[in-house]
Each structure stands twice: as C-alpha cells, then as structure tokens.
C-alpha cells in the first residue's frame, strides 16, 4: 500500500511537472482546473496500472520450478472498468520439486500447493492426490511433506476437483 502510494504520488508530481513545462514554454498561463485533474488522472492510472500488472509482476518473481497453475481473474463495483476487463487478483502455483510418489500407494502424490493473493500473505497448502480415484486431501499445515508416510486420517474429497490441480499433477 505505501509503494503505491509513492508511486503514484512521484507519478503525479512528473505528471504537473510536465504540464508545467509545456505551458511555460507555449508562454501562456496554465488554467486553474487543469492542475487537480492532471493529478487525478495520473494517480487514477498509476493505480489501474499497478493493479493490473501485480498478477504478472508476482508470477515473474516466483522461484525457478514453481509453475501457475491457475490464474483467478475478477470484477469489482468500485473498478467499473473491470467488468469490461477483469484483472487478475489471485492465482495457485505448485512447487514442482516437491511432487513425491508415495511408494506404497500406486497414484498418490504429494504437493505443495500455493495460494498467492494480492494484498495477503502466501499460503502453503500440502496437498495428496490419488490420481487413480480422482481424489485429493489437504494435510494439516506443517505436515512435512514425506513419500513414507501420511497421516492416519485424511479427509479426501472425490471427483477430481480442482481439476487444474490434478492435471499439473497427474501423469498422463
């Protein structure tokens, strides 16, 4: 929230210094109204251009091996603009590296999952699938992620859904 700020406000500040440069060298006087509407205009388009570009920014950032697997494009009433493009403002990756086979369950696999929202922290979410059932279990928290064993209990839930995670998942 504070970079955006900065940022817009530098932006608002280049946006007035340049209107005040071309006026000063047309040799006129700048109107009154113009100054408070350069700035809004600019601050409103640094703001839609942050907030379009954060998706893109964040999946540039990821480490090497982790890959989007779901990219969550939404609308909102104060962004009016959006209903006629949505931004992206969350999206699920899965850390490659991490996929273990389970070798005493044929078709089970474990995987980090994560959840990146824009304006919340990262969330880690281990993750079984059985992709020979079509079933998935998300492992309490800081279960470590071990092809040996898996907790006694896991609450699986069946019809292949999410089906973007079985498919980055699940062999062919």
């Known amino acids: ?14 946006a007035i210094g340049v209107l005040l440069v071309l006026f000063r060298l047309a040799g006129r006087a700048i109107p009154g109204f113009l100054i408070p509407a350069t700035i809004g205009v600019s601050i409103l388009g640094g ?3 942050l907030r379009y570009s954060w998706a893109d920014t ?5 480490p090497e091996g982790v890959e989007v697997i779901q990219t969550f494009r939404d609308s909102s009433a104060y962004e009016p603009w959006t209903y006629l493009w ?18 005493g369950l044929p078709g089970v696999y474990l995987v980090e999952m994560l959840l990146i929202a824009e304006g919340n922290p990262t969330m880690t979410v281990p993750q079984a699938l059985d ?6 279990s998300s492992l309490p928290p800081d279960t470590e992620l071990n092809p040996e064993t898996l907790p006694d209990e896991l609450n699986w839930q069946f019809d292949r859904e999410p089906a973007y995670l079985f498919d980055a998942v699940c062999p062919d």
């Not at 929230?1 to 280049?14: I, K, P, Y």
């Not at 992709?131 to 998935?136: I, W």
């Open 131 to 136: 992709c020979e059932r079509g079933r998935r």
């Open 58 to 62: 964040m999946i540039e950032r990821l």
């Open 1 to 14: 929230m504070f970079v955006t700020f900065l940022v817009t406000t530098c932006l608002a500040a280049l």
């Open 47 to 49: 703001v839609i251009y």
């Open 86 to 103: 949505p931004r992206a403002t969350h999206f699920i990756a899965i850390d490659q590296p991490t996929i273990a086979a389970h070798p």
